[in-house]
């Protein structure tokens, strides 16, 4: 029986690469009956209003957010020319990521493999935008419009709530709770590929010190 870090070694060269091709292809969440207690707990959760604008508990751990910002906007730089769009974009993973109690470099990664960074992907079952959610999502835990999904909080919000709720749900298993949001859960190929991206976004030194804002 091959283990599971062996098969996350064994990724198809070029998977990652898809991404950055014109179609979406990864997206495929796939409806399950939610408890009353879990579906009021992501509505919560993706209802929460706040923008999203760091605050920080020192001087310290704002100039190394501030160093990841630049970091990191150098490396979407080809794929986001804008540097109002990248800081943007890039707060916002930031913070929906933390919030949502991820690790960002996974979200980016997930980013990276489910749409190329493309804000109107659309995968041919559907999913859409930055983190392919699932349309039905929307009228599973949100206000039933699907077309708010091409928009980047939201979308963040959506994606980021859906993966912590298949980590609670696979107990901590990254392995398996990546597979589920792909709608591949077992399989290895998809885990690898964001696992490998993960890999381009990774920052060592990420402010350990900042945090979400809270609602006043």
């Not at 292809?25 to 760091?54: H, I, K, N």
């Not at 589920?180 to 993960?198: D, E, T, W």
Request: aromatic residues 10%.
């Amino acid at each position: 029986m091959i283990s599971r870090r062996r098969c996350l070694q064994s990724a198809p060269a070029g998977l990652g690469l898809l991404a950055f091709g014109r179609r979406a292809e990864a997206g495929r969440q796939l409806e399950e009956p939610l408890a009353d207690a879990v579906r009021t707990a992501l509505s919560s959760a993706v209802a929460y209003s706040a923008p999203p604008v760091p605050q920080f508990r020192d001087t310290e751990a704002q100039l190394a957010y501030l160093r990841w910002l630049g970091a990191m906007s150098q490396r979407l730089q080809r794929r986001k020319a804008d540097w109002q769009e990248r800081k943007e974009f890039l707060q916002s993973v930031w913070y929906e990521s933390r919030r949502a109690g991820l690790d960002t470099p996974l979200v980016l990664g997930l980013i990276q493999v489910e749409s190329g960074f493309r804000k109107f992907a659309v995968s041919p079952v559907g999913a859409r935008g930055y983190m392919q959610v699932m349309p039905f999502w929307t009228r599973v835990i949100g206000d039933g419009d699907p077309s708010k999904l091409f928009h980047m909080q939201t979308n963040l919000r959506f994606g980021c709530v859906i993966l912590r709720h298949y980590l609670d749900r696979e107990r901590g298993d990254l392995f398996m709770a990546l597979g589920r949001y792909n709608g591949s859960r077992g399989k290895p190929q998809y885990p690898n590929a964001v696992l490998a991206a993960r890999k381009a976004w990774a920052f060592n030194d990420t402010p350990p010190a900042a945090r979400p804002a809270r609602p006043g």
